[in-house]
């Protein structure tokens, strides 16, 4: 993993709750404009059709940067519970991935039940493991 820093479980919830896994880029929560939209009724249409497509290419940029620092972001944080699981767990590497994805599949919409399952399953295959 890229990140030489291994974080604790608990670090990476605080990291979460502090924003430190939220893009800091701003959202274009503005629309498209629409192909007919005239933004000077005293220029040509196709005036009016350029600033269309220079303004929606604009809103298209910005959510597209959003949206891939928002992707980095969150693998980021996936990638960092991976290598909790690893370096503080015992777990090896695909195990830990298969943890995380289960867990992540289950509860990414939202990510505090996924902390708190995440632990609980940690917990419990934990136990399990001792048991032998």
């Known amino acids: 993993m890229a990140n030489s820093i291994v974080w604790t479980l608990e670090e990476i919830l ?11 880029l701003d959202y274009a ?14 220029k040509s249409v196709k005036w009016n059709q350029e600033q269309v497509a220079i303004k929606n290419a604009k809103i ?30 015992g777990f090896n590497p695909k195990q830990a991935q298969k943890i995380e994805e289960k867990v992540y599949s289950n509860y990414h919409s939202d ?7 995440l632990e609980d399953m940690v917990d ?3 136990e399990i493991n001792e048991l032998k």
């Open 124 to 126: 419990f295959i934990t």
């Open 111 to 117: 990510m505090l039940d996924y902390f708190f399952y």
């Open 14 to 24: 605080y990291k979460y709750r502090n924003g430190d896994y939220k893009t800091k």
């Open 60 to 89: 298209d940029k910005l959510k597209a940067e959003y949206n891939q620092d928002d992707r980095m972001l969150q693998k980021q944080l996936r990638d960092n519970v991976t290598s909790s699981l690893v370096n503080n767990y």
């Open 29 to 42: 929560a503005t629309r498209k404009c629409k192909d007919n939209h005239i933004f000077d009724e005293d």
